[in-house]
């Protein structure tokens, strides 16, 4: 089979200019400044018709018109800023096919809806009570087809977070150290001082959990995996106020939801406090809390004031506080000088 000879494609069409312009473009460059009337004698053609081809050539900045003499650029000025152009042209639809791109998710999230809907996968079922909800997390993290199941919760009140540190936090405890499933919760900062909270939270951490805390959260609700959502009868509501009553919600739009906003709680909430915080830094703020100075708080510890005064300081940066009083009581809240 014999190769067929390759065709190499005119540069100057490339760029946007035909044939006709190019020869035009090539007189132009010969003569360097000329007339219609010149060009058209020089390319054996009607003025009309050239004069149309001019008027493109000069669109094109390829050339120039004064008081009807047409004068060559530069070629290589005047190539430069057609090249200049189409890479302009180039990035805008570049721009455009990110953009395009980017919007992919929002049609993701249209195809699992209508998906969803004519499939019959949407399912709601409705829960109650807490040994259901915690149980029914472990059952779906057993049944999970790529375990350790990723659960995701935000707890934003302090009775819920009693119950689960009294009655619920060793089965996840136990999953996460099957590997059945990994926790991420947001709860209320003011839970920290809650009796049990702080060992059940370090022993859920210590297994691979991650928690953060905020002053407040919107609403309980949690997304177990990819496909289920765990959702409040009541949103804003806690859940021991109304039975533990909840809504299973068994599809990904949901899920996708709660994740966004899960993500958006969490970039704003803060680790807990007892994580890589120094214990120099707790004793001095437990000694001042008992009314002692600084002079005092030195000799207690056997270092200098300076030092003390350096804790100090790195105590109201660890906690955002504006003055020792503000650290003290924000130590207070985050559990810190029990």
Request: net charge neutral; with cysteine; proline share 4%.
């Amino acid at each position: 089979m014999r190769n067929e000879p390759r065709t190499v494609s005119d540069p100057f069409e490339t760029l946007g200019l035909d044939q006709a312009q190019t020869a035009l473009y090539s007189a132009v460059l010969r003569l360097h400044k000329a007339s219609r009337t010149d060009l058209a004698q020089a390319m054996d053609g009607p003025v009309e018709k050239v004069g149309r081809q001019l008027d493109d050539l000069v669109k094109l900045g390829v050339i120039d018109e004064q008081s009807g003499q047409y004068l060559a650029r530069h070629p290589a000025a005047a190539l430069g800023r057609v090249i200049a152009e189409r890479l302009d042209r180039l990035a805008e639809e570049s721009r455009m096919i990110d953009s395009a791109l980017g919007s992919i998710r929002s049609l993701i999230r249209d195809y699992d809806a209508g998906r969803d809907y004519r499939s019959g996968h949407f399912t709601v079922e409705m829960a109650s009570g807490a040994d259901v909800l915690y149980e029914s997390v472990v059952g779906i993290a057993v049944q999970s087809h790529s375990p350790p199941m990723k659960l995701l919760t935000a707890v934003p009140d302090d009775r819920t977070m009693t119950d689960f540190a009294r009655k619920f936090a060793d089965p996840w405890i136990d999953a996460q150290k099957r590997n059945l499933l990994t926790v991420r919760a947001i709860i209320p900062v003011s839970s920290l001082v809650l009796p049990g909270v702080r060992d059940q939270l370090t022993e859920l951490t210590e297994t691979g959990g991650q928690v953060r805390t905020l002053d407040r959260l919107p609403s309980w609700f949690m997304t177990a995996g990819t496909e289920v959502a765990g959702l409040p009868a009541l949103w804003g509501g806690n859940l021991p106020d109304h039975a533990y009553n909840f809504y299973l919600v068994r599809t990904s739009v949901v899920v996708g939801m709660l994740s966004s906003l899960f993500d958006e709680l969490w970039a704003r909430a803060l680790p807990l406090p007892w994580s890589g915080r120094s214990d120099a830094m707790v004793q001095v703020l437990r000694l001042a809390a008992q009314g002692m100075c600084d002079d005092s708080i030195a000799r207690q510890l056997g270092v200098s004031v300076r030092t003390v005064r350096a804790r100090f300081a790195e105590a109201m940066t660890e906690l955002g506080a504006q003055s020792r009083f503000h650290a003290g009581v924000e130590a207070a809240r985050r559990g810190w000088l029990r």
